[in-house]
């Protein structure tokens, strides 16, 4: 009798044992699934920028993609390229989006056909890291780009993107970018100001704390948000002189 009882208990125990996990388990889920919600939110402007969309003939030549596909850049690509989302990623991509569409119209871009000069060397302002997004999209590439097959480098994109380092930029410039069609030689010239996008004075106050981790997780919360508000001003709702674009 005393052993059946024993044994009861025990299964009452593991019973209770087990409700306990699962609904602690079930609460550290929902709270997960709370907080991804959150940050998901913040990041809904990522898919209403304009996807950029390139034919690649390299891609085609080696089985990457049929004849007649392309490839979508979005601006999550950019972001998850980067590592984050901030005015330089959002000013190339905002950049690059409008240069391929004053040279090529309604025509899809052609990737690896274009070349891109930033005035100033790659250490000014923002020059390093607009670089590398514009090379994403556009396949220009530095001197550490794929040189191409045979004699004449086909299909190469090796130097295609320069910088003109003896250029003086315009000091209120971010970032001046010239994009060129190999084909035709069509050129435009994109100039980005991401002084003239209007910043929190918040951010001012929090970015120290942010950086030194002397912020509250409410303080890095508010810090990210208007981050990334400034952001989607300058991906979506640009005020008139941030981007300027002439052929």
């Not at 009882?5 to 996990?21: D, N």
């Not at 972001?79 to 990623?89: R, T």
């Not at 190999?182 to 910043?199: A, I, L, N, Q």
Request: charged share 25%.
């Amino acid at each position: 009798m005393k052993t059946t009882l024993h044994k009861t208990r025990s299964l009452k125990t593991i019973f209770l044992c087990i409700g306990i996990a699962v609904i602690l388990c079930g609460s550290i889920n929902m709270r997960h699934l709370a907080a991804d919600e959150q940050a998901k939110q913040g990041r809904d402007f990522f898919d209403k920028a304009e996807p950029i969309v390139m034919k690649d003939p390299l891609a085609v030549l080696l089985g990457a993609m049929g004849r007649g596909d392309v490839f979508t850049y979005t601006y999550s690509d950019a972001v998850k390229f980067a590592g984050h989302s901030c005015p330089a990623v959002a000013g190339a991509y905002k950049a690059t989006l409008l240069a391929l569409k004053s040279l090529y119209g309604s025509d899809v871009p052609v990737r690896g056909d274009i070349k891109v000069v930033l005035r100033g060397g790659p250490d000014n302002h923002a020059n390093g890291p607009i670089s590398q997004i514009i090379t994403l999209i556009t396949g220009a590439a530095a001197e550490t780009g794929f040189k191409g097959f045979g004699a004449n480098g086909k299909h190469g994109r090796c130097n295609l993107l320069t910088f003109d380092k003896e250029f003086t930029p315009d000091p209120t410039a971010t970032c001046t970018m010239i994009f060129q069609r190999v084909d035709t030689g069509k050129k435009v010239e994109v100039v980005y100001r991401v002084g003239k996008v209007p910043s929190n004075e918040r951010l001012d106050k929090l970015m120290p704390l942010a950086i030194s981790g002397k912020a509250s997780e409410e303080e890095l919360k508010e810090f990210g948000d208007l981050w990334q508000e400034r952001v989607q001003t300058i991906l979506l709702n640009p005020a008139e002189g941030v981007f300027s674009v002439k052929e």
